[in-house]
């Protein structure tokens, strides 16, 4: 009896014979793809990716066509931001030496908005905010000398950190206060307190602090508070409140100045629980004055994360609305500058993006799904 092993060996060295011969593969060579032109319609995606936290991300995306343009890892409760010229990327962001614990380290990552390539690593002292990423968490002061780090451990304070140096300038504490808003025409910022306030803090030319001046109480923090997200014109701050009012607070000087609130909607539309809701609820186009806020109906206490249902558009001039349209369910909205300006709502729970042509009457364009896990912070080029 002839060997099975033998036999086997004898059919693959017959097949192995009447195969015919080919040429040698090529060797694939791993390159990198050239980001497209910036455009005014260009998203930055922040994703903290909750399932997974070590592992965060920034999507970008092109917001004419909702295509995935480039990605870049951001590491552990990063906080992202774009410099004024929009030229960088900036991210905040923790490791841990064995991933998950042991030595925290954190650095301010700064990435070309161009190529995606990392440019720069910060070492950064181990405090900013462990938290979901928000307009606000990180900024820059308007002529982006400065990076503005918020802080939490957990008593809040606001770091300065030279861009052009990589030094951290001074770090200013905050007591009860939380978010930066930049002025645009002074090197100062302010920051939201619980007390129903805003403290300002005025910096030299090197960054350190000078002054630190609180408003008066203008807000009822356990009545009717503001969301942290806030819609920026210029020194101007345009706030919206969980029971669905607005105002807006000028930064420009050593105290804030708040103007007066007004109803978003009617009586009716009040009594039937129509509220402002989501992680980032307003934006607003600046040449048009034209204000977007995300709406729920039946809200309530504690509602205020719920996605909206609706956009309402204003006249900010005018405080009156002008249309009202419906959305996918929106946690958070962005709207790009310039000539035809083009609106985009975020949904956290399906990481989708749907895009409106903006204006007073929005047009439903397109949208699309799957950018990630749970973002909850949409900016735009």
Aim: proline share 6%.
């Amino acid at each position: 009896m002839i060997p099975k092993r033998a036999v086997l060996f004898s059919l693959l060295a017959a097949l192995g014979g009447a195969l015919p011969a080919h040429a040698e593969l090529p060797v694939d060579e791993i390159t990198v793809a050239k980001l497209a032109p910036a455009h005014p319609y260009r998203l930055y995606y922040t994703d903290v990716v909750l399932p997974h936290m070590a592992d965060g991300k920034l999507t970008v995306i092109d917001g004419r066509t909702l295509k995935v343009e480039g990605m870049l890892s951001t590491g552990l409760f990063a906080q992202t931001t774009l410099s004024p010229d929009r030229s960088e990327i900036y991210v905040v962001t923790t490791y841990y030496s064995k991933l998950n614990r042991g030595e925290r380290i954190e650095e301010i990552l700064v990435y070309d908005a161009k190529t995606m390539a990392l440019k720069e690593e910060i070492p950064y002292t181990a405090r900013h905010a462990q938290a979901l990423p928000y307009r606000g968490t990180l900024r820059t002061t308007a002529d982006g000398r400065f990076i503005i780090v918020q802080n939490a451990t957990p008593a809040t304070s606001v770091s300065i950190v030279n861009r052009h140096t990589g030094k951290q300038v001074a770090e200013v504490q905050t007591p009860g206060c939380y978010v930066v808003y930049p002025a645009q025409t002074a090197n100062r910022f302010a920051t939201l307190c619980g007390d129903g306030t805003m403290l300002t803090v005025s910096l030299d030319n090197d960054g350190n602090p000078v002054s630190k001046k609180k408003s008066a109480k203008f807000f009822d923090p356990d009545g009717d508070a503001l969301f942290v997200s806030a819609a920026q014109e210029g020194d101007t701050y345009h706030f919206v409140s969980f029971k669905g009012n607005a105002v807006s607070v000028n930064v420009g000087g050593e105290t804030a100045v708040p103007g007066a609130f007004w109803s978003l909607g009617t009586a009716a539309e009040v009594k039937k629980g129509w509220r402002p809701g989501g992680y980032q609820p307003v934006a607003l186009h600046q040449a048009s004055g034209t204000l977007y806020v995300g709406m729920h109906p039946k809200g309530y206490e504690g509602s205020h994360k719920e996605a909206a249902k609706e956009i309402w558009v204003y006249d900010l001039a005018a405080k009156t609305r002008v249309s009202r349209s419906k959305t996918i369910p929106a946690t958070g909205l962005v709207v790009s500058q310039g000539e035809a300006p083009r609106l985009f709502a975020f949904d956290t729970a399906i990481a989708g993006i749907a895009a409106f042509d903006g204006g007073r009457k929005l047009k439903p364009v397109r949208s699309a799904a799957g950018f990630g896990d749970t973002p909850t912070q949409l900016e735009v080029q």
